[in-house]
DNA sequence: TCAATGTTAGGAATCATTCCTGTTTTTATT
DNA sequence: AATAAAAACAGGAATGATTCCTAACATTGA
């Protein structure tokens, strides 16, 4: 069990209470904002225990090759638009328990990402 | 289109020909065996090139923090076992062209990543 | 064959992330 | 609330995969 700090706490309230995908810089700009003297060692540090402990994922370094994270675990796949660079969150695109069926293996983590252009891009006038 | 050069050719045949998931040192030391003065800085690029061409996948990083590539362009998912470190191949394990019209969007790149434990490993004397 | 353009080797630079060290905070126990 | 042990912290240095740079070399099309 981890144990409590007013910085681990930040970070994991940071993140429970957004709905984008924040990589480590983002996240910790904003507890900077409560927390000043805070490191980023030490978001860092805290992104790698929570996403261990199953508090938070990481999904997957974005274009510009950097950690993205999510503080929402219940499963789902990630669509990542190349035109507007959103991330958006897409449901479960495949049954995992049937997989491990079919293929006897044991599933721990299982992320899907997608890259494409989104709705509102497609909309617009630009072709693709 | 891309020209073709020694170096070139040599990575992309050697990723043809072989059915793992090589990292990018994998590739330099396999194709300095032929051409021994190739450099570390080609086989990035090329890769790289290779990849945007649709020549080959980048497959995302493993444990170890290196990307992966695959030279089977199909479209396939991936399963990383967290016990052997073996990567597998495992076929479509959802509809794009389905998922395109649900959602209104356009596909480019769809990656799926599982890890957990492979059939071997789950059928050793080992618990997980 | 030649010029234009693309590609290479080699090494330096980048930069997200991890590691290190001495200090501070948290937690569990009186 | 005092205390000791364990965990966490800040700050900065180190790491290391990948990218960038430049001068020399190779390929292509005419």
Redesign the interface.
Known sequence: MLKHSKQRDAILANLRSRYDHPNADMIFANIREEIPNISLGTVYRNLALLAEMGEILKI??SEDGKERYDGHTHPHSH?FC?NCGEIYD?GE??DTRN??EK?????????????????GC?HSQKQ?
Do not use: D, R, Y
Request: charge should be negative.
């Open positions: 997957g370094p669509f190349e897409i695109i495949f997989l491990e293929l006897h293996i044991c599933i721990h983590e299982a992320s899907t990402t997608l890259k494409g252009i989104c709705k497609l693709f």
